[in-house]
């Protein structure tokens, strides 16, 4: 039986509001004049101007906007591909396979996850200036082509998808363990690939700390761009609000369209830590 | 044949370290290095262009203890840290609870809390900077219609602290409501049913059903706020504006210990200083994950 009670959805509602209103103010807001912004009642729809500050972001000579829209994309795909991967096989090698050692490096994979590893930023400045990275695509992409999460989140999922049995029974046929791999158990784990792909692209596209003190001035990601958009000397408030627009709209769009698996994701992944 | 099969045995014993050597090894260059190496920067005079000046033992911490704008930095973040954590956990356990009745479109219902989620964090900082700037934000707006007069709120400690908490709550509330209802679904609904046979209220069955049973759920939840929460940087750096963000406010007002960190190394260019920030902040985060754990476990559970 559903639930009747309309105090709930009542405030369900505000919820939503609540939640929704920001994104709502920033497309409002991203569609007028800077006039229009500044006036008082601030305008509550959606104006005429919408067209023309995206394009004014695209043709702002300062920030590259375009150009920082593809390499978020570049480095996102790439760390998404690559974690999907080596969680995949990592995953795989703890859930199903017998080696020495395994449960110590299992407990440290977790640990990894407790650890704010971001703090070593100065060390990584120096390592990435050292291998001549520093300002690049690569500075911002190497460091997380893995994750610890990710290779927790495929044991888990192996665990439960991959019988022994099946493992066996390749080995009697004579299969080597990649090849096991590759043909068994890498098309079993594809639900699971697919909810930690989102989550990494998510997280990748929407990085800000390291990128924007390592990223040179050719290379900026979209938040580096937005955060060089926002702190310019001239305040433009409806240019940063249409660059703030575009660089969330493939985000929300990626939402809509996997949100029941995104949540999925979400949900899984707090109940097995 | 025999050649064969020795082959397949040791492909078989090397496989599975093959399989996890490429986590362990990027990892330990990229995360575990850095982070163990930060120490070993912070006992030397470090300059971002000129390198390594020389051991100077313990002189950046003792620097540090007596660095008024640290501690500035430090007492902002505990603020900023608490202002949001509290109401955030409380909220998330309410929503997790909503989210939990019978609903019709549950998905779209998630889906909806979720959303702020998925907003990047630059991008948070941005659109709250205007919602909360003091002569055409639609906050002050609200406000002088109920005849409040205009809040600077980039200007003053306690209001900047609470637009960055409002901001950090916003993006974080429904994320952790959606882990503490996957907890709450492992509940079983006869717990609920007994309760209500015995009379118990709604409010009852939240503090003396729901509450406990989310413990451990509550526990795991406040360690990843704790650790989110302590290195707090985006927000903050964009809700102020211009090209002295970093340092928070004119007064450092809501300037916080990463933005300190990331101001030493980059605009002071000290390495060396800025490495001890970075450890100390490392053992600040464990200290409050521990306080954290000692204090949900107080929380009794169901008998």
């Known amino acids: 039986m559903k639930t009747k ?33 500044v ?76 650890v704010p590893v971001q703090l070593g930023l100065i060390p990584l400045y120096m390592l990435m200036t050292k291998l001549g990275l520093n300002g690049g ?20 999922f192996a665990e439960q998808a991959i019988p022994d049995e099946m493992i066996e029974a390749a080995r009697v046929d004579g299969a080597s363990t990649f090849r096991i791999f590759f043909s068994i158990v890498f098309p079993a784990l594809r639900p699971a690939a697919a909810v930690l792909g989102l989550l990494t692209f998510m997280e990748r596209w929407n990085d800000f700390l390291w990128p924007f003190l390592t990223l040179d001035a050719e290379h900026p ?34 939402f809509i369209v996997f949100g029941r698996q995104i949540i999925g994701g979400i949900m899984e992944g707090g109940l097995k830590a | 044949m025999r050649i064969r099969d020795r082959f397949a045995k040791t492909e078989a014993r090397v496989a599975p370290y093959a399989f996890v050597s490429p986590f362990f090894i990027i990892f330990a260059i990229f995360g575990l290095f850095p982070l163990v190496y930060t120490a070993w920067v912070s006992m030397h005079d470090w ?62 219902w998630r889906m909806g809390v979720l959303l702020p989620n998925v907003t990047s964090v630059a991008a ?38 609470f637009a960055i908490s409002v901001m950090v709550d916003w993006r974080w509330t429904g994320y952790n ?28 069955q939240f503090w003396s059903i729901t509450v406990p049973m989310l413990r451990p759920t509550l526990i795991f939840v406040s360690i990843v706020a704790t650790i989110g929460g302590i290195q707090l940087f ?48 490392f053992l600040i985060i464990a200290v409050f994950a521990v306080i954290n754990v000692a204090l949900l476990r107080r929380i009794k559970s169901v008998d």
């Open chain 2, 124 to 161: 948070v900082g941005i659109i709250f900077g205007l919602i909360f700037s003091r002569d055409y934000g639609i906050v002050n707006w609200g406000l002088g219609l109920v005849g409040v007069d205009p809040i600077d709120w980039q200007g003053h400690r306690w209001s900047s602290w």
């Open chain 1, 5 to 37: 009670n309309p105090l709930l959805y009542v405030g369900l509602i505000a919820t939503l509001i609540f939640s929704a209103g920001p994104i709502y103010f920033m497309l409002v807001m991203a569609s007028r004049t800077n006039n229009e912004i």
């Open chain 1, 221 to 254: 990601t979209v938040q580096v761009a937005l955060s060089r958009l926002s702190s310019g000397y001239y305040s433009d408030q409806s240019l940063i609000m249409a660059g703030t627009l575009i660089g969330t709209l493939p985000l929300v769009v990626v």
């Open chain 1, 137 to 156: 695509l690569e500075s911002v992409t190497l460091p997380f082509i893995v994750a610890g999460f990710g290779v927790f989140m495929m044991r888990q």
């Open chain 2, 177 to 204: 409501a959606l882990i503490l209802l996957a907890s709450l679904q492992s509940v079983p609904k006869e717990l609920y049913e007994a309760a209500r046979i015995d009379g118990a209220s709604a409010w009852r």
């Open chain 1, 39 to 114: 006036s008082l009642p601030p305008p509550f729809w959606v104006g005429g101007n919408l067209s023309s500050n995206v394009n004014r972001v695209f043709d702002n000579p300062d920030v590259l906007f375009g150009q920082a829209l593809l390499n978020s994309l570049i480095v996102a795909v790439v760390a998404t591909v690559c974690v999907v991967v080596t969680s995949s096989l990592a995953g795989f090698a703890f859930a199903n396979l017998k080696f020495r050692g395994r449960n110590a490096m299992l407990l440290f994979v977790i640990g990894t996850m407790m």
């Open chain 2, 47 to 108: 300059s971002l262009l000129a390198g390594n000046q020389g051991y100077v033992g313990f002189a950046n911490y003792r620097e540090l203890m007596q660095d008024s704008d640290f501690w500035r930095a430090l007492t902002n973040t505990v603020g900023i840290f608490l202002l949001a954590t509290i109401p955030q956990l409380i909220l998330a356990t309410v929503l997790a609870q909503v989210l939990n009745a019978r609903l019709r479109a549950k998905t779209f």
């Open chain 2, 234 to 281: 985006t927000e903050p750096l964009l809700f102020g504006s211009g090209v002295n963000a970093i340092s928070g406010g004119n007064s450092g007002q809501y300037q916080t210990v990463a933005m300190y960190l990331v101001q030493q190394a980059f605009t002071g260019q000290r390495f060396g200083y800025a490495s001890t920030v970075a450890w100390v902040l």
